[in-house]
């Protein structure tokens, strides 16, 4: 079982401020995934990563992969209130089943207007 | 995206009873189901995987007898807390996924578990 490490575990910012979200391990994965949950709800998938050193936009959100599949960061420009919530890596191993991913303990991001 | 539903989404029960959760894939075939148990402001931990026709596997540290886990067709995961305890409260997930998709995995709404 591979161990995915998030940080920090808390992050509390005003409206308009950047951050940045940390997934670290030490082993290699097929593929990382990030998702944001809000309190009740089940998570909701942001991004798919794949290929070392793979970085994808998604409009504020930018995501990269580390060169050697080993981790990813998450940094959102300009947070906005609804950028709230529980963000969770999840890493599927190189010899885990289809679709088994583990997942880090998950940062709360708690964006103030 | 492929839609999954839980049922119920809470259910509160006594001490010593049983309580089925269900896990529906609406628009899909899920060859695959997996189940997750969250504990407030934690991440998820992952119970179980269940393939269609077959036992599911747990994850270590999961008792199979307390947490019944059915796949019996492509659509629908159960997952049975037996004799549940206050410590089985807990906020239970599930998510499916098929073979040929590209590993993305599809949750459901979740269902809060409170035993008391």
């Known amino acids: 079982t591979q161990l995915l490490e998030q940080s920090p575990q808390f992050l509390s910012i005003q409206e308009g401020e950047n951050l940045t979200v940390y997934c670290n391990s030490s082993?290699?994965?097929?593929?990382l995934q990030w998702y944001r949950q809000e309190p009740g709800e089940g998570p909701v998938l942001l991004v798919t990563?794949?290929?070392?050193?793979e970085v994808k936009k998604l409009k504020r959100l930018t995501f990269q992969f580390g060169d050697a599949r080993k981790d990813s960061s998450l940094h959102i420009t300009a947070a906005q209130p609804g950028d709230t919530g529980l963000y969770l890596c999840?890493?599927?191993?190189?010899?885990?089943?289809?679709?088994?991913?583990?997942f880090g303990a998950g940062t709360q991001v708690v964006v103030t207007p | 995206g492929a839609v999954v539903s839980q049922h119920p989404s809470r259910v509160i029960c006594k001490s010593g009873t049983s309580v089925k959760i269900e896990c529906r894939s609406l628009d899909f075939q899920a060859t695959t189901m997996f189940w997750y148990r969250q504990f407030p402001k934690q991440s998820l931990m992952l119970m179980a995987t269940s393939n269609e026709g077959s036992k599911a596997t747990y994850e270590q540290g999961v008792e199979k007898d307390k947490f019944l886990i059915n796949h019996a067709s492509l659509t629908l995961s159960t997952l049975t807390v037996t004799s549940a305890h206050p410590e089985d409260s807990s906020f239970y997930i599930c998510s499916a996924s098929w073979a040929a998709n590209t590993g993305e995995l599809f949750f459901g709404e979740g269902s809060r578990l409170t035993v008391l």
């Open positions: 999840a890493g599927a191993g190189t010899t885990d089943s289809w679709g088994k991913f583990q």
């Open positions: 082993s290699v994965f097929s593929s």
């Open positions: 990563v794949v290929t070392g050193g």
